[in-house]
Each structure stands twice: as C-alpha cells, then as structure tokens.
C-alpha cells in the first residue's frame, strides 16, 4: 500500500506574500490566506463547508515607508465562516504610524489581540512584516555600503539585528567571516 492510500488530505493552508515597489519607493506587502477544506465541516447553525471549498480567504495589504513605518493598511475578508468575521478589517488600520522592528509583534499584539482582531489576518501581520525586511534588505545594505563600507562604522546599528538570530549568521560561524569578517570575534 502506498502512503497516499494510507493517508487523506483533509486541509490545505496556503500563504502567499509579495512585495512591490510603489513610485514613490515606498514597498507594498500583500499577504494572503486560503484555507481549503479536504474534508466536510458541519456546523449548528449554518450549512456545511464542502470538500473544495475554503473555510477562509483573507488578505492584507501593508504600505511601509524606507524608515520602516506603516504608511497605509487594507485587510480583507472575502470568504470566512461567519457574516461578522469581516467586522474587524477596518481595526488593522491601527497599524498605521507602527515602525517595524523591535518590539512590533508586541504592539501589533496590543492593538489587535484577542476579540480586537482576527487571528488570522493578524497572523499575516507577522508574515507581511518579515516579507518587507527581506524585500527591504538591499535598500537598507545599499545605504550603509554608502556611508562605510566596515559594518561597524554603521550609523543604522539595527541593520545588523540579525547577528546572531539565526544558525548562518552566528556571530562566530562561516557567514560572518565571509560576508562581514570584522564582525566575527577575534581569532584565540
């Protein structure tokens, strides 16, 4: 017996993300959700979701300017189980003025936490964020290459935030000796 007659596919999550330069340089994230059913969910009070069908579609437009603040937020409720879920698309607009870095996932958890949001377009908030620091990356290396070309003479300290958040860029691994070797701790 194969293992696709051993198993039945019973939901499909899908998140999509993309980042756009607007004319004015400003990047645009859309991030969206889809969740399609492999299976029949019945419900009290309302007709089932079929096989096929989605239980949620959602989306979330962030504007955000080169200082990383929120310029503009659209979210979007297209399809979701209940009439009221799309009664909150309006709240993320509190992100507006918000700048993304540290502490962001707490203020964002502030503002739109609980019954004040929906979980899962602010689980896009999350996922719209980390999609413009990679798509805002070489922007934020070209302008400190301006200035120094020794990371250390930096005048943006936060450019360098993901030293040693990650396995690659271990402050003592083979990433930073290749791409920012005056980081790297000194030889003992």
């Known amino acids: 017996m194969t293992k696709?007659?051993?198993r039945q596919l019973v939901h499909t999550r899908q998140i999509t993300c993309r980042a756009f330069r607007l004319k004015n340089g400003f990047l645009e994230i859309e991030a969206t959700v889809s969740d399609e059913k492999g299976q029949e969910v019945a419900f009290r009070s309302r007709p089932p979701v079929q096989v096929g069908e989605y239980m949620h579609r959602m989306s979330l437009t962030l504007t955000i300017d080169g200082d990383d603040s929120i310029q503009d937020?659209?979210?979007s409720t297209q399809i979701a189980p209940w009439a009221m879920c799309g009664g909150t698309d309006d709240a993320y607009r509190k992100l507006i003025g918000l700048r993304i870095g540290p502490g962001f996932s707490q203020q964002v958890k502030m503002l739109l936490g609980g019954v004040?949001?929906?979980?899962?377009?602010?689980?896009?908030?999350?996922?719209?964020?980390?999609?413009?620091?990679?798509?805002?990356?070489?922007?934020?290396?070209a302008r400190q290459m301006a200035v120094a070309s020794d990371p250390?003479?930096?005048?943006?300290?936060?450019?360098l935030g993901f030293v040693d958040h990650c396995h690659?860029?271990?402050?003592d691994g083979e990433?930073?000796?290749?791409?920012?070797p005056e980081l790297a701790p000194p030889e003992k």
């Open 4 to 6: 696709d007659n051993e």
């Open 116 to 141: 004040e949001g929906c979980t899962h377009v602010t689980e896009l908030v999350a996922q719209a964020a980390n999609i413009y620091m990679q798509a805002s990356w070489p922007d934020r290396i």
């Open 168 to 171: 690659a860029w271990r402050r």
């Open 175 to 180: 990433t930073i000796l290749q791409e920012y």
């Open 73 to 75: 937020v659209r979210a």
């Open 152 to 159: 250390r003479q930096w005048p943006d300290k936060s450019t």
